[in-house]
């Protein structure tokens, strides 16, 4: 089963993001800042990841970077309301593998999770 990681301070995102990719099958963790995040990857193994760009604390760009810094990164997607080119800049820098503005649909984001890691085993 593929594991993705749903890292955003804001629980109606958390809740959406795991609904739709619970019921399509993924086993979803999840993390409200990037503190407990860090502390699922040391522990689990993640094929992919939602980060949100702005978090209280570190942002979810730091974060994507401690991802990539993995031998075995998992796919990362950036997550965001700013839909500013110099935002997407930062997303590409860090290594993030799609930048998506929220708000977004059930079809965005399993067309997404398909293309980077294909179905839920």
Not at 22 to 49: F, I, M
Not at 57 to 77: M, N, T, W
Not at 93 to 121: Q, S, T
Request: glycine share 8%; with cysteine; aromatic share 6%.
């Amino acid at each position: 089963m593929k594991t993705i990681l749903v890292v955003d301070d804001q629980p109606e995102v958390v809740g959406l993001l795991n609904d739709i990719l619970t019921l399509e099958g993924y086993r979803v963790l999840t993390a409200d800042s990037t503190d407990p995040a860090r502390k699922l990857l040391a522990v689990k193994k993640v094929d992919l990841a939602f980060l949100d760009v702005d978090m209280p604390g570190e942002s979810g760009y730091e974060l994507c970077e401690f991802i990539k810094d993995f031998p075995d990164a998992p796919k990362v997607v950036m997550l965001t309301g700013l839909d500013e080119e110099a935002h997407w800049q930062e997303g590409i820098r860090v290594g993030a593998d799609v930048y998506a503005v929220k708000p977004f649909g059930r079809d965005r984001i399993l067309l997404i999770v398909r293309e980077l890691i294909g179905e839920a085993d």
